[in-house]
């Protein structure tokens, strides 16, 4: 994720591969917004049927799904039109999906063989079929999240990809203000604040320095909250230095909150305060419950790296040139 390349004039053009990888992205972006309907259909089909649906976690699945369809169309159209900030946006959301996909991967190979395994002894399913479920599992995940964004990663970094791009469209673009490194961390303000739309299926649950606040309280604050990183992400692809130590402030506080929460409550109370449906605590249970002290230092490395990560960039954050938009 270095700093955008030096443009030769000499370049392979690149322009039916971003048509394809456009197209790709266009096609996911379609799927997550068919998932929408699916969830309200899968809620009316278990009224329908006297079972009971966890209403809060389709609700927030469905704005989730929207969301992400919306960025993916948006930005397969834009690839296919070689814009340059499609392709520069695609790059580093491809970057972070790559990442979080490897953290996944690595997960699911600890956590799902232990699940299968309590999973075929209380269904008593054969160790074969136990052993497909495993690899098919850790196969789709290493497809979908490490696969998939890592071929967006090597075509989007191309410089010959910037290039086309650049030679279809040379006027200066409101990109050309926002060095990649920093336009990775604005996408990741977003990503944040979207992700607040998943907190309704946890009823909102917020840790607030050793207190963990649930409903209204919690949705106030979570409001604040995805309010801050909408924020964060408009400063930082200005480079406006009040949204480096902003973020820094803000990442401070959220580490110093969670870890003294997760140090008060124990997973079991988390579970009970979120209200979550019987198949997911069961399923949690089935894993294990790390202690509090665990969770603590999980906590305090995710937040140290991101604050590390926050550091890094302090350079860029200078008053930038006004660059006209196209």
């Not at 665990?294 to 890094?312: D, E, K, P, Q, T």
């Amino acid at each position: 994720m270095g700093e955008k390349s030096e443009i030769t004039l000499e370049h392979k053009d690149r322009g039916l591969g971003l048509a394809i990888f456009g197209s790709v992205s266009v096609l996911i972006g379609v799927f997550c917004a068919l998932l929408v309907p699916l969830m309200f259909l899968s809620m009316a089909l278990s009224a329908s049927a006297g079972g009971g649906v966890d209403s809060r976690s389709a609700w927030s699945a469905s704005a989730l799904y929207g969301c992400m369809a919306v960025a993916f169309i948006w930005l397969g159209v834009g690839s296919i039109r070689a814009r340059r900030w499609a392709c520069e946006l695609l790059l580093s959301l491809s970057w972070i999906w790559l990442l979080t996909g490897i953290c996944t991967l690595l997960i699911c190979i600890l956590v799902v063989p232990g699940v299968m395994r309590e999973l075929g002894a209380t269904e008593a399913l054969p160790p074969e079929m136990t052993l497909l479920v495993v690899l098919v599992t850790i196969g789709i995940v290493g497809l979908l999240y490490v696969a998939l964004p890592g071929l967006f990663v090597l075509f989007y970094r191309s410089p010959h990809v910037a290039a086309t791009c650049r030679a279809r469209h040379p006027q200066p673009q409101w990109i050309d203000r926002c060095p990649r490194k920093l336009l990775t961390l604005m996408v990741v303000w977003l990503l944040a604040a979207v992700s607040v739309l998943m907190m309704p299926a946890y009823n909102f649950i917020f840790p607030l320095f050793g207190i963990a606040l649930t409903g209204t309280a919690g949705a106030v604050l979570w409001a604040l909250v995805l309010g801050a990183c909408v924020t964060l992400a408009v400063g930082t692809c200005r480079r406006a230095p009040w949204a480096w130590w902003s973020g820094v402030a803000l990442t401070l506080t959220a580490a110093v909150s969670s870890i003294l929460t997760v140090l008060r409550y124990d997973l079991t109370e988390f579970m009970a305060l979120m209200d979550l449906p019987e198949d997911q605590v069961s399923m949690i249970a089935m894993v294990g419950m790390p202690d509090g002290w665990l969770m603590a230092l999980i906590n305090a490395i995710v937040w140290g790296s991101f604050l590390a990560y926050l550091i890094s960039l302090r350079r860029f954050f200078v008053k930038a040139p006004v660059i006209a938009d196209d």
